[in-house]
């Protein structure tokens, strides 16, 4: 069965800091990877996926993720981060099947 | 165009009532997602419909849970005899579906909160 980890419930950060959230899943075939982000009062966006091909990948706002095989990791990174990336963020992972399963969340609080 | 709406967005009720939980997906997606949300969790999956039929509802938790998709559009997620338990927010997602719906983005919805008193 395939389960997603996220090492971090609470990840604070100063502006203009660079961070990385972390996730590792679990699971025995291919697997395609998400991160979504969660902002106060507001549904659930993406913010980028892993399909195939390159293993970094790029999505809105300035994160990127790399897939990582055989670590099974997809971690999520930013270089500089703005208060306006306060928000919730969740790992996903889907192996083909019609079920996404989610991560619990970290929450990025970036302080000023 | 409008994305996903769900209502009503809060809703209280005494244990052992019925509740109904509507969700619009945005116009001419196929595919449609039901999640719950507990508290400090992720979202859980519920139920899939691909159009009108119900491709995969694994993640349903009993028999008091049942959702609907008549005319491909509108869903209904319907709990029956509601217990404290199944205090969450549920959330509904959309997307386009066709060939490859496993990969597409789902967009999704601001959730409602269910209280069972």
């Known amino acids: 069965a395939q389960s997603v980890t996220q090492l971090d419930s609470q990840v604070p950060v100063f502006e203009e800091a660079p961070v990385e959230l972390r996730c590792n899943y679990s699971s025995s075939v291919s697997v395609y990877l998400f991160w979504y982000v969660q902002y106060p009062n507001q549904g659930l966006q993406l913010l980028l996926k892993y399909l195939s091909g390159s293993t970094l990948v790029k999505g809105i706002n300035g994160f990127e993720a790399e897939f990582n095989k055989s670590q099974t990791s997809f971690h999520l990174r930013k270089p500089s981060v703005h208060i306006s990336d306060t928000a919730e963020y969740f790992c996903a992972v889907t192996d083909g099947g019609f079920k996404t399963i989610f991560g619990a969340g970290t929450r990025l609080f970036v302080k000023a | 165009g409008a994305g996903v709406s769900q209502t009503p967005s809060n809703k209280v009720t005494e244990k052992g009532k019925y509740v109904e939980l509507r969700c619009d997906p945005i116009?001419?997606?196929?595919?449609l997602y039901w999640y719950r949300q507990s508290l400090g969790q992720g979202p859980e999956f519920l139920i899939y419909f691909q159009g009108t039929g119900a491709a995969d509802d694994s993640g349903l938790p009993n028999d008091r849970f049942f959702a609907v998709r008549p005319e491909g559009s509108v869903s209904t997620l319907k709990i029956q005899r509601t217990e404290r338990g199944d205090s969450a927010v549920y959330l509904c997602?959309?997307?386009?579906?066709?060939?490859?719906?496993?990969?597409?983005?789902?967009?999704f919805g601001p959730g409602t909160r269910l209280t069972v008193l």
């Open positions: 116009s001419g997606h196929t595919a």
């Open positions: 997602a959309s997307s386009p579906g066709g060939a490859t719906p496993l990969t597409d983005t789902q967009y």
